[in-house]
Protein backbone atom coordinates (compact mmCIF):
# COMPACT_ATOMS: atom_id res chain seq x y z
CA UNK A 1 0.00 0.00 0.00
CA UNK A 2 0.84 3.79 -0.44
CA UNK A 3 0.35 6.46 2.02
CA UNK A 4 0.25 10.15 1.30
CA UNK A 5 1.37 12.49 4.54
CA UNK A 6 0.54 15.99 3.69
CA UNK A 7 2.24 18.51 6.60
CA UNK A 8 2.48 22.35 6.51
CA UNK A 9 -0.72 23.86 6.62
CA UNK A 10 -1.89 26.43 9.77
CA UNK A 11 -3.02 29.63 9.99
CA UNK A 12 -1.65 32.92 8.38
CA UNK A 13 -2.73 36.12 7.20
CA UNK A 14 -3.80 37.48 4.18
CA UNK A 15 -0.67 37.71 1.95
CA UNK A 16 1.17 35.90 4.18
CA UNK A 17 2.91 32.65 2.54
CA UNK A 18 2.75 28.85 3.70
CA UNK A 19 4.60 25.97 2.18
CA UNK A 20 2.88 22.34 2.07
CA UNK A 21 4.70 18.85 1.29
CA UNK A 22 3.17 15.22 0.84
CA UNK A 23 5.49 12.57 1.10
CA UNK A 24 4.52 9.72 -0.60
CA UNK A 25 5.74 6.23 1.37
CA UNK A 26 5.16 2.31 1.00
CA UNK A 27 5.36 0.03 -2.00
CA UNK A 28 6.09 2.53 -4.99
CA UNK A 29 7.82 1.20 -8.30
CA UNK A 30 7.07 4.65 -9.68
CA UNK A 31 4.77 8.05 -9.58
CA UNK A 32 3.21 8.92 -12.54
CA UNK A 33 1.64 12.40 -11.47
CA UNK A 34 0.93 14.08 -7.96
CA UNK A 35 -0.32 17.02 -7.23
CA UNK A 36 -2.71 18.82 -4.99
CA UNK A 37 -6.55 19.62 -5.00
CA UNK A 38 -8.09 22.09 -2.29
CA UNK A 39 -11.86 21.47 -0.66
CA UNK A 40 -13.13 24.21 1.34
CA UNK A 41 -16.33 24.03 3.35
CA UNK A 42 -19.95 23.38 0.89
CA UNK A 43 -17.50 23.03 -2.37
CA UNK A 44 -16.51 20.77 -4.35
CA UNK A 45 -12.92 19.69 -4.50
CA UNK A 46 -10.60 21.20 -7.15
CA UNK A 47 -7.35 20.92 -9.07
CA UNK A 48 -4.60 23.62 -7.27
CA UNK A 49 -1.91 22.37 -8.95
CA UNK A 50 -0.47 19.17 -10.64
CA UNK A 51 2.83 17.19 -12.15
CA UNK A 52 1.47 16.00 -15.09
CA UNK A 53 2.11 12.34 -16.47
CA UNK A 54 4.74 13.61 -18.63
CA UNK A 55 6.54 16.26 -16.29
CA UNK A 56 4.49 19.43 -17.48
CA UNK A 57 2.87 21.55 -14.10
CA UNK A 58 -0.79 22.30 -14.56
CA UNK A 59 -2.28 24.94 -12.17
CA UNK A 60 -5.86 26.53 -11.43
CA UNK A 61 -6.44 30.12 -12.59
CA UNK A 62 -6.64 31.23 -8.99
CA UNK A 63 -3.37 30.16 -8.26
CA UNK A 64 -1.17 31.31 -10.92
CA UNK A 65 1.58 33.15 -10.45
CA UNK A 66 1.06 33.05 -6.77
CA UNK A 67 1.49 29.21 -5.91
CA UNK A 68 4.41 26.77 -7.03
CA UNK A 69 4.37 23.38 -7.35
CA UNK A 70 7.81 21.48 -7.00
CA UNK A 71 8.95 18.09 -6.71
CA UNK A 72 11.83 16.00 -5.21
CA UNK A 73 11.94 13.32 -6.84
CA UNK A 74 14.11 10.81 -4.43
CA UNK A 75 12.24 11.75 -1.61
CA UNK A 76 8.87 10.96 -3.51
CA UNK A 77 7.84 14.34 -1.83
CA UNK A 78 5.77 17.37 -4.10
CA UNK A 79 5.71 20.86 -2.10
CA UNK A 80 3.19 23.58 -3.11
CA UNK A 81 4.57 26.85 -2.05
CA UNK A 82 2.04 29.63 -1.43
CA UNK A 83 2.40 33.30 -1.66
CA UNK A 84 -0.03 36.59 -1.16
CA UNK A 85 -2.38 33.84 0.27
CA UNK A 86 -5.65 35.71 0.28
CA UNK A 87 -9.31 34.45 2.37
CA UNK A 88 -10.43 32.51 -0.53
CA UNK A 89 -6.98 30.20 -0.28
CA UNK A 90 -8.82 28.87 3.20
CA UNK A 91 -9.77 25.33 2.54
CA UNK A 92 -8.46 21.81 2.94
CA UNK A 93 -5.56 20.84 0.68
CA UNK A 94 -5.17 17.48 -0.46
CA UNK A 95 -2.59 15.50 -1.85
CA UNK A 96 -2.91 13.08 -4.22
CA UNK A 97 -0.71 10.67 -6.72
CA UNK A 98 -1.09 8.25 -9.31
CA UNK A 99 1.73 5.44 -8.16
CA UNK A 100 2.45 2.24 -10.39
CA UNK A 101 3.22 -0.65 -7.48
CA UNK A 102 5.23 -3.11 -9.94
CA UNK A 103 6.58 -2.63 -13.22
CA UNK A 104 3.95 -3.14 -15.86
CA UNK A 105 1.08 -2.66 -13.77
CA UNK A 106 -1.31 0.61 -14.21
CA UNK A 107 -1.17 2.98 -11.95
CA UNK A 108 -3.49 3.33 -8.69
CA UNK A 109 -5.16 6.98 -7.37
CA UNK A 110 -4.41 7.31 -4.15
CA UNK A 111 -5.16 10.66 -1.87
CA UNK A 112 -3.81 11.79 1.14
CA UNK A 113 -6.32 13.03 4.76
CA UNK A 114 -5.34 16.94 3.64
CA UNK A 115 -3.98 19.80 5.77
CA UNK A 116 -6.14 22.45 6.59
CA UNK A 117 -4.90 26.12 5.56
CA UNK A 118 -6.79 29.07 6.99
CA UNK A 119 -6.21 32.82 6.03
CA UNK A 120 -7.49 35.06 8.42
CA UNK A 121 -6.32 37.97 9.47
Known amino acids: QVQLVESGGGLVQPGGSLRLSCAASGSIFSINAMGWYRQAPGKQRELVATFTRGGRTNYADSVKGRFTISRDNTKNTVYLQMNSLKPEDTAVYIC???????????????WGQGTQVTVSS
Open 96 to 110: DAYVSLKFGLSPTHY
